[in-house]
């Protein structure tokens, strides 16, 4: 049975995360605050990017800052990142995911190297996608 994305994030991307990292507690408020009420028992493998899309609208209507936002949906990239490493059931790869990130970090004025350097991707040809969507 697939884990849903409240579960995964509270019972293993949590303790993970503040096994390394100082900001486990940021973490964990964005998570409570942000992530958990908007997308309910959605597992992790069936987030479409109209989930992602109502995250970052609540959000917005909330006038949560850009950065807010930003630091949620990196939470939601990094949470699928871990889930796809330890092979959580039901989840393959997600890139829906992946271009609903990479097209807000566009949309918010970053830099398509910044988001290359994100994504992980080898050639900024493959980022370039995402060059119709910048304000420049």
């Not at 293993?12 to 908007?38: C, F, W």
């Not at 995250?55 to 949906?73: G, K, Q, W």
Request: charged fraction near 20%.
């Amino acid at each position: 049975m697939a884990k849903n994305a409240p579960t995964t994030f509270i019972q293993q991307h949590l303790p993970y995360v503040k096994s390394y990292q100082r900001s486990g507690g940021t973490d964990e408020t964005m998570i409570r605050n942000h992530l958990l009420p908007a997308l309910g028992d959605r597992a992790m493998g069936c987030l479409i990017p109209p989930d992602i899309a109502r995250v970052m609208e609540a959000m917005r209507s909330h006038d949560d800052a850009a950065c807010t936002i930003n630091r949620v949906l990196v939470l939601l990239r990094y949470g699928d990142s871990l889930a796809l490493r330890w092979h959580i059931d039901g989840l393959d790869s997600n890139p829906a995911l992946r271009h609903s990130f990479a097209s807000f970090l566009v949309n918010v004025g970053r830099s398509l190297y910044e988001v290359q350097e994100l994504l992980g991707h080898a050639d900024i040809r493959t980022t370039s996608r995402y060059a119709h969507l910048s304000r420049e």
